[in-house]
């Protein structure tokens, strides 16, 4: 009984607890909703808020990709490829220069991308010789590439204080113009035979798209830099004008002061001695190549003796400020004979190529004997970045001196070749040196020029300022049967420059030539300024858009070393003799 009793008195306890809890459940249930009802309006408004700034910000966002991306070549590929990265990425984006620093790793990744697709067709076994060899070429130039655009990152992250504006400018504009000839020159690789060809087509959208990039970054680097230099500019004081003239317009008499820092670098003891006969460090020139530090900042000097070597030398990038110091450009001579008909590429067939920057050479003659027959055969090829060659001869037939890329300067120098024997995408600049064409094979024209701008904003171009245009013996008494023009137009933007030289007869009238119909006539920048000689008279001249006869010293001076190269601020380390001016 009392366990019934019990069992109806927890039942009936139940009851009350279950009537209570069913009271405040209502109550809890009513505050509860509320609290839902407040939690999801807030909700709502916050998310309304959070989507009303993102719109913001993804506007705001948008609206500077867009401006940046105006003044570009390609604005849709440029706009498309900067506001499709992740999300994190874009509240980054808030002024030009972070459009600029995101396009520019955009195009790291897509380089690298292009690398693994080079690797993988090295892996086929159907390739011949050349592909082979103008994949490693397009191997080298993406390596080149990658350390290019990370420069260019670097120096964005020091922009505008690090250096001054023109300095920024011309680095920056440099880099891009490099990373844009790169990519061409992978694809020139493959233009040799119909085979070649076949591989260039798998190349070609990857390549292209990493030019387009660089175009790109190219164009917005030229608006900012030229819209802070304008406005630094306006906010100078009247000694501006001085200080342009301390930069080198206004260089003293160039021989006086160059042959003094030339004979002081004379008596600079070399690091290593190269001599074919055994008494020096090394035999060979590669060896100590090889044997020199890398990323040095102090100049390692190579003594090359008298002798003739028989190599192919390159000085990679990774090797700076290498300096080679011959015994006389008829006494040390670097000779090879690599060529396209024998299955080399244009850019491997070089003698002697010198990447590392800073290069320097004196007192050597770099050569390739393939012959007139054997078609492009280069002597020396340079993407060396402020690179210069005093007293040095560059002797071969069609494509002797490759100036690659980056800034060059040659000075006291012999070229002699048959066609586009002077050629590439370099900025470089000619003083004071003999340019000679030579007689080439049976009805071939020789051209002393070929220059590879393929992009308006770039700042690179060929200028012969105070030289000698002319023949060498062997042309001279049949010049007539060989037509000679002063360049033709190799790529669309094509840029050369002829100044203050003497031109002899052996220049046709007409002073340049087609490369192929009407192709780059209206696009070219063809320019000659107070030439003299035979050959220099400009009445009958070529008609073409692009041609023009620069009349004002003040545009004149823009192809000086001084502007053209910067020359200021690098070429009196050379030891070498210049002048920055007209």
């Not at 204080?161 to 844009?180: C, E, F, I, P, V």
């Not at 790109?216 to 906010?235: F, G, H, S, V, W």
Request: charged share 20%.
């Amino acid at each position: 009984m009392s366990r019934i009793k019990e069992t109806l008195s927890n039942i009936s306890n139940s009851a009350k607890h279950i009537s209570f809890t069913k009271k405040h459940k209502k109550i809890f249930l009513a505050l509860f909703a509320s609290l839902v009802i407040v939690a999801a309006i807030i909700g709502i408004v916050a998310g309304v808020s959070s989507r009303n700034n993102s719109d913001e910000s993804d506007t705001s966002h948008h609206a500077v990709v867009k401006s940046a991306c105006s003044g570009t070549f390609y604005p849709d590929l440029c706009f498309s490829a900067v506001t499709t990265v992740p999300a994190g990425t874009a509240k980054k984006v808030r002024s030009q220069k972070d459009v600029i620093e995101l396009s520019l790793n955009i195009t790291t990744t897509a380089v690298e991308h292009n690398y693994f697709k080079i690797k993988k067709l090295l892996a086929r076994k159907d390739l011949t010789t050349r592909e082979k060899t103008a994949l490693h070429d397009c191997l080298e130039t993406i390596d080149e590439t990658l350390d290019e655009l990370h420069e260019a990152v670097e120096d964005l992250h020091e922009y505008p204080n690090k250096k001054s504006l023109t300095q920024h400018a011309d680095d920056l504009k440099t880099l891009m113009s490099a990373a844009m000839t790169n990519q061409e020159t992978c694809l020139d690789g493959f233009s040799h035979e119909g085979a070649d060809k076949k591989i260039r087509e798998v190349l070609i959208d990857g390549e292209k798209y990493v030019e387009k990039m660089c175009s790109n970054a190219l164009a917005m680097i030229k608006n900012m830099t030229d819209t802070d230099i304008a406005n630094e500019m306006m906010l100078k004081s009247s000694n501006r004008k001085l200080k342009e003239d301390e930069s080198g317009i206004a260089w003293p008499e160039w021989l006086s002061a160059g042959d003094r820092r030339l004979l002081q670098s004379s008596s600079v003891t070399p690091n290593v001695v190269v001599a074919a006969d055994g008494s020096g460090n090394f035999k060979t020139v590669s060896e100590a190549v090889a044997k020199a530090p890398e990323k040095s900042s102090k100049r390692y000097i190579i003594r090359i003796k008298a002798g003739v070597y028989r190599e192919n030398v390159e000085v990679p990038k990774k090797k700076s400020n290498i300096m080679f110091i011959g015994d006389g450009r008829t006494k040390t001579i670097i000779t090879g004979s690599r060529n396209v008909v024998d299955g080399s590429t244009t850019f491997h067939s070089a003698t002697v190529a010198a990447v590392g920057e800073k290069f320097l050479a004196r007192d050597i003659t770099f050569q390739n004997t393939a012959g007139p027959s054997k078609h492009q055969a280069v002597a020396l090829r340079v993407g060396s970045d402020l690179s210069a060659f005093y007293n040095c001869d560059m002797l071969a037939y069609q494509d002797t001196l490759y100036v690659h890329s980056n800034r060059q300067f040659y000075v006291n120098c012999l070229v002699a070749g048959t066609v586009d024997f002077i050629f590439g995408n370099a900025a470089a600049v000619f003083q004071n040196c003999d340019i000679h064409a030579r007689k080439p094979n049976s009805g071939q024209k020789n051209m002393v020029t070929a220059q590879g701008r393929t992009d308006p904003n770039q700042n690179t171009g060929i200028v012969i300022q105070k030289c000698r245009i002319g023949a060498t013996s062997d042309l001279q008494p049949v010049r007539k049967n060989f037509p000679t023009y002063l360049g033709r137009p190799w790529k669309e933007y094509s840029r050369t420059v002829v100044m203050q030289s003497t031109i002899s007869d052996v220049i046709q009238p007409a002073g340049w030539h087609e490369w192929s119909g009407s192709f780059a006539l209206k696009t070219l920048f063809y320019a000659e300024y107070q030439n003299t000689g035979a050959g220099a008279s400009t009445s009958a001249r070529v008609k073409w858009g692009g041609y023009k006869v620069i009349t004002s010293a003040s545009e004149a001076q823009a192809f000086t070393p001084g502007r053209f190269i910067a020359g200021g601020s690098w070429l009196s380390s050379t030891g070498f003799p210049f002048a920055l001016g007209l």
